[in-house]
């Protein structure tokens, strides 16, 4: 069974960056898509960013595309997420996730089997 600790969230003011890094321990790492969801208080969890197992391709949503950049170090077991110009409405916790569903790019919570503790993300404008 795969286990996802996150590191590197914060509090940073707008136009700022955070980079979140989640690593895994236990299972072969390299077997799983990694995605990045986030919750932010009274809302529904929502996906973020993927990217496949290889690391060669990736997706995101819509508001953040040209801001995050997800990446992946299979040698170190470790996925990340660059945050650029962050906004106020970036805050949430943050959440990896691993998808053993094979290649492709994920963007539903249920398609994920291993899930990370989460990461508070705090915007200030």
């Known amino acids: 069974q795969v286990q996802l600790v996150e590191s590197g969230g914060g509090l940073v003011q707008t136009g700022g960056s955070l980079r979140l890094s989640c690593t895994a321990s236990r299972g072969t790492f390299s077997n799983y898509a990694m995605g990045w969801f986030r919750q932010a208080p009274g809302k529904e969890r929502e996906f973020v960013a993927v990217t496949t197992w290889s690391g060669d391709a990736a997706h995101y949503r819509d508001s953040v595309k040209g801001r995050f950049t997800v990446s992946r170090d299979n040698a170190k077991n470790t996925a990340y997420l660059q945050m650029n110009n962050l906004k106020p409405e970036d805050t949430a916790v943050y959440y990896c996730?691993?998808?053993?569903?094979?290649?492709?790019?994920?963007?539903?919570?249920?398609?994920?089997?291993?899930w990370g503790q989460g990461t508070q993300v705090t915007v200030s404008s």
């Open positions: 996730a691993a998808s053993g569903l094979g290649v492709g790019v994920y963007q539903r919570a249920y398609q994920y089997d291993y």
